[in-house]
């Protein structure tokens, strides 16, 4: 069914997107994949990968050109520690990417076309406890969300509606809760919890300090979905004829602690957690899959005990070839001293 369709994946350099082309290749389709920048840790699989800014319009015409179906995954976006300080950045520029993508696929008469939102669409006053009610679809009205990156996800779930209403382009609204695996952002400050716990831990074994740093006190909440069950979720939506939003994530609640504790024993470890400030976001969120089961007959099936360690032992990799990367710097500049030879930093100023 998928062979012939013609599938745009815009954020393609990005986490999830640079997944879905993979998976939508595998499927069958042709993918053109779409970004400011190329995939970080390996290269796109898509048929044709094109540089454009989505923030104009011009570029969202041309991006959108002879396409069948739209995957509109392109943020400018991160986890709480970005979030909770660029709001007016990332409320102008998601706004300008969405409605310009949107307007694009009208005009190129793209059929269907899928919308990334978000579960920080929900509202702060369901959010105050870590033993929160999970949340469900309709729970998004009265609407509260936390910061402009789920005012933003709100405001273009209505674009959605209404381009469909209006304009009769069939879209598709999905909610991820916390996605994660290899090949995601895992330093910088763009990471989100569980890659910078596995992060925190590969660098407490490898280094054999065992003090890994908590934001707050660790009661907070959350539940993780896996990327794979994120990709197989997508899919099933796009090809449902299910319009309104829908949850994709797991119902499984856990505390940051627990996030550290699992993480550690993945990788071995005994560790210190050292409790320290900095942004948390909500006390809790879960998600409620009764809507997800229902429409799409399914459910997320990685264990967080399993994905974790997949992406455990993907960014302890990445973290002992930059540990080595470094050892190999300072011996270069602690031989060059040796014989005299002028380094780089004393070129430095
Ligand atoms: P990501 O940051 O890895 O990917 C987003 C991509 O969008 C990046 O590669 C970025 O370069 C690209 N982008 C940003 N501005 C652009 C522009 N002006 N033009 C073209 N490309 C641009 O994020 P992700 O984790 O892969 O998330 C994908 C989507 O899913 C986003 O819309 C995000 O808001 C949503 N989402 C993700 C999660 C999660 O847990 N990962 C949770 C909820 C929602």
């Known amino acids: 069914m998928s062979r012939g369709i013609k599938a745009l994946v815009t954020g393609a350099g990005g986490f999830i997107g640079h997944h ?3 998976y939508l290749k595998e499927q069958g389709y042709w993918v053109r994949g779409v970004d400011r920048k190329l995939p970080q840790y390996a290269a796109s699989g898509a048929d044709e990968f094109r540089l454009l800014d989505l923030r104009k319009l011009g570029d969202c015409v041309q991006a959108t050109r002879d396409i069948d179906e739209v995957y509109a995954l392109a943020a400018d976006m991160g986890g709480m520690g970005f979030i909770s300080q660029h709001h007016a950045r990332i409320l102008r520029n998601n706004l300008l990417i969405s409605t310009h993508t949107l307007e694009a696929a009208r005009r190129n008469r ?5 919308y990334a939102s978000s579960a920080c669409v929900y509202p702060e006053y369901l959010q105050e406890r870590p033993e929160v009610t999970a949340l469900r679809e309709e729970d998004a009205y009265p609407a509260q969300p936390q910061d402009a990156y789920g005012w933003e996800k709100l405001v ?13 382009l069939e879209t598709r609204i999905v909610r991820f809760h916390n996605i994660y695996g290899p090949l995601g952002t895992w330093q910088g400050g763009r990471e989100k919890a569980p890659a910078a716990m596995c992060r925190k831990v590969a660098s407490a074994k490898l280094t054999n300090n065992p003090v890994i740093e908590i934001w707050g006190d660790g009661e907070q909440t959350r539940s993780f979905c896996y990327i794979d069950d994120c990709l197989e979720g997508i899919e099933r939506l796009m090809r449902s004829d299910y319009a309104e939003p829908l949850n994709l994530g797991t119902d499984r609640l856990v505390t940051i602690n627990e996030l550290a504790d699992l993480t550690a024993a993945v990788a071995g470890i005994a560790i210190e957690k050292k409790y320290v400030a900095g942004p948390q976001g909500v006390r809790g969120r879960n998600s409620d899959n009764t ?3 229902d429409v799409l007959q399914w459910e997320p099936q990685v264990s967080l005990e399993e994905g974790l360690a997949r992406t455990y032992r993907w960014i302890e990799d990445q973290v002992r070839l930059q540990l080595n990367r470094k050892l190999l710097a300072s011996q270069r500049r602690a031989k060059a001293r040796r014989h005299g030879t002028p380094d780089e930093q004393s070129f430095a100023g």
Do not use: I, N, P, S
């Not at 273009?156 to 009769?168: L, P, W």
């Open 291 to 293: 809507r997800l089961r």
């Open 20 to 22: 879905l082309v993979k």
């Open 156 to 168: 273009t779930e209505r674009a959605c509606q209404h381009f469909r209403e209006d304009y009769g």
């Open 110 to 114: 793209v059929q269907r076309y899928l």
